[in-house]
Every structure is written in structure tokens, then in C-alpha cells.
T-cell receptor
Framework: QVQLQESGPGLVKPSETLSLTCTVS??????????WGWVRQPPGKGLVWIGD???????DYNPSLQSRVTISVDTSKNQFSLKLSSVTAADTAVYYC?????????????WGQGTLVSLSS | DIQMTQSPSSLSASVGDRVTITCRAS??????LNWYQQKPGTGPKLLIY???SLPSGVPSRFSGSRSGADFTLTISSLQPADFATYYC?????????FGQGTKLEIK
């Protein structure tokens, strides 16, 4: 079965760029049934959709983050990535990568375990 | 943007109880409503999609329904593994929004 695993630095300096990668195993990122997305969860708070992307299409972003977010796909590595620029304390959160299934009314049906990203001074 | 209002924010119940959690959308989302279960330190797990469909492997004690703009998640007989936080989410239009969450605790 498909598994997702986030990787990247757990500490980022204020005003710098947060970069995370999600590795897809057990399936192909080029499968036309799925989109690939990012969701974050600030400590003790709820879930926020960041954006998602089809392997051959343009990404869709949350307008609240759009000016700072880039999501991209690397089909050769079966990975997709998140970059968030100009980070502040408000960006401290657990970041999840997830698969969106167009056959399940675009529900996120597979999730990574999440990775905590904090800001360091 | 579509706002999702979930209630209650917390709930205490006992093993064997029937529990209901509600989610209301600020505008029509057809049946593009999903429910997730999250346990501490783990990613969310999809419980219900399209308002009432169960993914393979989800126990049948979980069910979902819709009445107009109101959506309901029901757990027919609580099991110890069900104590967790539950979120609704609309996948009708971006930005895809989640409810605030319902924390289900043991009474």
C-alpha cells in the first residue's frame, strides 16, 4: 500500500525558507487518480490546507499563503516538495503530506506521519 | 471561502455509547464532506468520504449522513480505540477547509 514520508529540517530561522520533501512509496506519483498535497497543524490547533498539485499540472494554493508557497513534483524521484518563504513564528506547525483521491470526492486518503517545524532564533 | 462549523468542540462519553458530531458548511458543498480521526502524534485517518461512504478497513460502527447543509458523524457503539479528535473537511472547492475539531474523551 502507498506510504508517504516527510523529510526536511526541523528548525528554520525567521525570514528564511522552509523546505520539506514528501517521498511516495508503494505507488506512483504519476498515477492520474491522485493529487498530492500539504496540510499543516500549529501546536494544539486544527488542520489547515496549504495546497496540492497534480503530477503534470499547476498547483493550487491556499490564498492565505499563496504569496509565500511553492509546491512542486519530481516524478523521477517519486517525490513532491513544499517551500514556504519568509517564515515567522506563525509558521511553526506539524506539516503533513497527503494524497488526495479524485475517486473519493477529493478526500485525503493517505497521510504521512508529519514533521514538526519550529523557528530558531 | 467556505467555513466549516463543527460541534461540539469536546465530548465525554463511555465505551458502548452512541455519539454524534455535527458539521455545518457556510454554503452548499453537495456531498463533498469528509471526516477524519486523529490520535496524538499521528496524521489524520480518513473515516468517511462523500458524506456517507466508508473507505475499506473502517469499522461499520462509523457512519455519516447529510441533511441539507448539516453533516453528521455517528459512532454507534464507542470502543476504546475511538477516543481521539475528529475533523470534518469540505473538498467542494479550494481552499479546502476543516472544522475546528471535536475531542472525544473517556467519561
Amino acid at each position: 500500500q502507498v506510504q508517504l514520508q516527510e523529510s526536511g529540517p526541523g528548525l528554520v530561522k525567521p525570514s528564511e525558507t522552509l523546505s520539506l520533501t514528501c517521498t511516495v512509496s508503494g505507488g506512483s506519483i504519476s498515477d492520474s487518480n491522485y493529487f498530492w498535497g500539504w496540510v499543516r497543524q500549529p501546536p494544539g490547533k486544527g488542520l489547515v490546507w496549504i495546497g496540492d498539485i497534480f503530477y503534470s499540472g499547476s498547483p493550487d494554493y491556499n490564498p492565505s499563503l499563496q504569496s509565500r508557497v511553492t509546491i512542486s513534483v519530481d516524478t523521477s524521484k517519486n517525490q513532491f516538495s513544499l517551500k514556504l518563504s519568509s517564515v515567522t513564528a506563525a509558521d511553526t506547525a506539524v506539516y503533513y503530506c497527503a494524497r488526495k483521491d479524485s475517486g473519493k470526492y477529493d478526500a485525503f486518503d493517505v497521510w504521512g506521519q508529519g514533521t514538526l517545524v519550529s523557528l530558531s532564533s | 471561502d467556505i467555513q466549516m462549523t463543527q460541534s461540539p468542540s469536546s465530548l465525554s462519553a463511555s465505551v458502548g455509547d452512541r455519539v454524534t458530531i455535527t458539521c455545518r458548511a457556510s454554503q452548499s458543498i453537495s456531498t463533498y464532506l469528509n471526516w477524519y480521526q486523529q490520535k496524538p502524534g499521528t496524521g489524520p485517518k480518513l473515516l468517511i468520504y462523500a458524506a456517507s461512504s466508508l473507505p475499506s478497513g473502517v469499522p461499520s460502527r462509523f457512519s455519516g449522513s447529510r441533511s441539507g447543509a448539516d453533516f453528521t458523524l455517528t459512532i454507534s457503539s464507542l470502543q476504546p480505540a475511538d477516543f481521539a479528535t475528529y475533523y470534518c473537511q469540505q473538498s467542494y472547492s479550494a481552499p479546502y477547509s476543516f472544522g475546528q475539531g471535536t475531542k472525544l474523551e473517556i467519561k
